[in-house]
């Protein structure tokens, strides 16, 4: 529910001061020289492979490099998540979280290598956008803030998470948010693509998997034993008839995983499929996922076949007003900066857990690019200065309100 609005300080002006002080106006106006150093780091970062679930290698890198700036209260998690502060001048004041995910949708064994397209001003790689990009603009920021004895008006948290992308489920935002909970008014999420795109809303997501087993058996020899396939497929087909009709532009279903079988003359002992189902509120995604249920329980099913349905992934919907101080900030410096047109959008990302919580949040992204989530990903590297000047802005900004802009609260549903 939102509290009853309070008018908050000119943010026009707000930004203009934050952007005139000295070492923040020098560290802006170098943005443009230093833009290799925040592409090698992105490059740097993913070479390292990080699966969902496997990200320790990649996690010891940014520790390192945590570890090499002298931020105070460096260490991992027991998720996994990596974690160092930058001390501000009021401590008393909530904190600000600055965060990046660390994993990749791509296995271990995925090629990394990458391409420059120098005639597009472009680097093609497998995560290099999703979330190299992210990491490496979290870190750069806080080596010019340290480096420049720019000190914040409260601490900053800089966290780079686990478990962001599939089945991760937003675990690490979760652990970090139950640990820092107390201390936190405000949390800027970083994403490496989308420049421009300030997401104020999390995009709830429901994900289910449902196994099939059997006796299985031989094709000819036991061909009126129950195939596990063969009911998955009217499984299927049910659940596309009836999940179809209730997608539209705030709500979407996909079944994005199957598999089953041991060999194409066996009578399938076995077979699974997972589905995705996401929505802009939690009552639409509750009604899906009941509709799920409804058609497993409505296609016939002969004894000798089990059937087990399981939530595996559970991201909650919620939302900041778009008039809440914080999104209009991040849209002011995007204005500021001269960058162009900015959009509020909603996304599934790492926000969607301190929003559920009540902690204001937005996530940003740092450059365009595209085919994200697939070995041709690409980055632009034109406007990686742009985005990092956006992050600078906002960044120092949100620090020093995140006692006034903390009084806002997220409203639950879209």
Sequence with gaps: MLMEQITPSPLPAC??????????????????????????????????????????????????????????????????????????????????????HLDTVFPLDTNLTTYHDTAARRIIGPGLGDNSMGLAAMFTLAKQITSRSIVPACDIWWTATVGEEGLGDLRGMRCLCQSLAEKLGLVIVIEGLGLGHIYHAGLGVRRLSI??????????????????????????????????RLT???????????????????????????????????????????????????????????IDTEVI???????????????????????????????????????NIPLAMGIPSVCIGITTGGNAHSIKEYIDTAPIASGMQQLTLLALLASEHTKDWQDWHCSSTL
């Design 211 to 244: 196994e099939i087993a059997g006796p299985g058996g031989h094709s000819w020899l036991h061909h009126d034993r129950p195939s596990a396939i063969h009911h998955l497929l009217k499984l299927g087909t049910e659940l596309l008839d009836r999940l179809s």
């Design 313 to 351: 992934g559970n991201r909650p919907s919620a939302t900041l007003s778009p008039t809440h101080p914080l999104v209009q900030a991040a849209q002011g410096v995007i204005e500021y900066i001269d960058w162009g047109p900015s959009a509020i959008d909603v996304g599934s990302t790492d926000a």
């Design 248 to 306: 539209h532009s705030g709500a979407t279903f996909n079944i994005g995983l199957i598999s089953g079988g041991t060999s194409i003359n066996t009578r399938a002992p076995q077979a699974s499929l997972a589905i995705d189902l996401r929505a802009t509120n939690d009552q639409i995604l509750a009604h899906m996922e009941n509709s799920v249920m409804d058609v497993v329980d409505a296609i016939p099913r002969p004894a000798e076949l089990e």
């Design 15 to 100: 930004i203009r001061k934050q952007a005139t002080q000295p070492k923040v106006a020098g560290l802006l106006a170098e943005w443009p020289a230093l833009t290799g150093d925040v592409t090698n780091e992105a490059l740097t970062i993913q070479a390292i492979p990080a699966p969902t679930f496997k990200e320790q290698a990649r996690a010891e890198a940014i520790r390192s490099r945590f570890d090499s700036l002298g931020l105070q209260d460096v260490h991992q998690d027991e998720a996994g998540n990596v974690i160092g502060r930058t001390p501000g001048t009021n401590p008393l004041l909530p904190a600000l979280m600055i965060s990046a």
